[in-house]
């Protein structure tokens, strides 16, 4: 290029124009040549070299994703499992190459957002001392529009109940919040809850007498979200987004009574197998596992 002959003016461009166009020290240039000219193998990224060249990785990458019992994981979790099945890599790479195959989950782009409505966190430094309850709605083939009510322990993020019914009262309500008590405090009883907060809407199920009576009785502490707010009780929204993209929107439920068993079913699934980023990608069972076990070795 450096010898091509200039057309306007007749002369060769020479090695040092070229290198101001193409922003190129000619010292990289004549290095190049002497490597080529002594036969040495071109240069290549220093640092330690990668188990597997990028279309093996992106072939471990597919099979993390068949594997999975969840859908539309992104990079992070693939990652993760990547690593636990003793295959390290860089996050970054992951993500370019998953971009790049068109494997990542399609992500809607939302408006700017402004400040938070609240102050600090909903998120504890251990569990059972917060938890979230909503209701999303489902449709079934046969009964029509169902409720499913849902309750989550805001540090482990564990789903503690789920509940399905034909019409979401206030009764309908509580049984997740039964499931949930049950499983943390062992018992269902009078003031057995004691410490424990609520995080809820300002629906009616919630805000019914029946209901706050019901936290009352078991010593639990009535935290309802800010109005028009729902990053207020986002641990259950949270969950909630899970539960329709992993359950309600892959399958169809013939009954109210079909979807409350399939619902039990991805309860176990979902604590057993979801990966918490802020948790070091350990799933909820196994963080409320640990926890027991520490305070088991304090006592």
């Given at each position: 290029?450096?010898?091509?002959?200039?057309?306007?003016?007749?002369?060769?461009?020479g090695?040092?124009?070229?290198?101001?166009?193409?922003?190129?020290?000619?010292?990289?240039?004549?290095?190049?040549?002497?490597?080529?000219a002594?036969?040495?193998?071109?240069?290549?990224r220093?640092?330690?070299k990668?188990?597997?060249?990028?279309?093996?990785?992106?072939?471990?990458?597919?099979?993390?994703?068949?594997?999975?019992?969840?859908?539309?994981?992104?990079?992070?979790?693939?990652?993760?499992?990547?690593?636990?099945?003793?295959?390290?890599?860089?996050?970054?790479?992951?993500?370019?190459?998953?971009?790049?195959?068109?494997?990542?989950?399609?992500?809607?782009?939302?408006?700017?957002?402004?400040?938070?409505v609240?102050?600090?966190?909903?998120?504890?430094?251990?569990?059972?001392?917060?938890?979230?309850?909503?209701?999303?709605?489902?449709?079934?083939?046969?009964?029509?529009?169902?409720?499913?009510?849902?309750?989550?322990?805001?540090?482990?993020?564990?789903?503690?109940?789920?509940?399905?019914?034909?019409?979401?009262?206030?009764?309908?309500?509580?049984?997740?919040?039964?499931?949930?008590?049950?499983?943390?405090?062992?018992?269902?009883?009078?003031?057995?809850?004691?410490?424990?907060?609520?995080?809820?809407?300002?629906?009616?199920?919630?805000?019914?007498?029946?209901?706050?009576?019901?936290?009352?009785?078991l010593?639990?502490?009535?935290?309802?979200?800010?109005?028009?707010?729902?990053?207020?009780?986002?641990?259950?929204?949270?969950f909630?987004?899970?539960?329709?993209?992993?359950?309600?929107?892959?399958q169809?439920?013939?009954t109210?009574?079909?979807?409350?068993?399939?619902?039990?079913?991805?309860?176990?699934?979902?604590?057993?197998a979801?990966?918490?980023?802020?948790h070091?990608?350990?799933?909820?069972?196994?963080?409320?596992?640990?926890h027991?076990?520490?305070?088991?070795?304090?006592?």
């Amino acid at each position: 290029m450096s010898q091509t002959v200039s057309p306007a003016a007749q002369r060769p461009d020479g090695l040092a124009r070229v290198g101001r166009v193409w922003e190129l020290p000619r010292s990289t240039v004549y290095a190049g040549r002497d490597r080529l000219a002594q036969g040495s193998p071109p240069c290549r990224r220093r640092g330690p070299k990668p188990r597997w060249p990028d279309a093996d990785l992106l072939g471990h990458i597919r099979a993390v994703l068949a594997r999975s019992p969840f859908l539309g994981e992104g990079h992070r979790k693939v990652w993760a499992r990547l690593r636990g099945a003793g295959g390290r890599t860089s996050q970054a790479r992951g993500l370019r190459l998953m971009r790049t195959a068109g494997l990542l989950a399609p992500s809607r782009v939302g408006p700017p957002r402004g400040p938070a409505v609240h102050d600090g966190t909903i998120i504890p430094d251990r569990p059972a001392v917060m938890g979230g309850t909503d209701l999303p709605t489902s449709v079934t083939v046969q009964e029509g529009t169902a409720t499913i009510f849902v309750t989550v322990d805001h540090y482990t993020a564990e789903c503690l109940g789920l509940h399905a019914a034909k019409v979401g009262t206030r009764f309908e309500a509580l049984a997740p919040l039964r499931q949930g008590v049950r499983a943390v405090f062992g018992t269902y009883a009078q003031g057995c809850a004691q410490g424990l907060q609520v995080r809820h809407d300002h629906g009616s199920q919630y805000m019914s007498d029946g209901f706050q009576a019901e936290l009352r009785c078991l010593g639990i502490e009535s935290r309802p979200a800010f109005v028009r707010a729902p990053e207020g009780n986002g641990c259950a929204e949270r969950f909630i987004r899970t539960l329709k993209e992993q359950l309600r929107w892959v399958q169809t439920f013939a009954t109210v009574e079909d979807l409350r068993q399939a619902l039990l079913s991805f309860t176990t699934r979902y604590n057993r197998a979801w990966l918490l980023e802020r948790h070091g990608h350990q799933p909820p069972a196994a963080l409320r596992a640990a926890h027991a076990a520490a305070l088991r070795r304090a006592a």
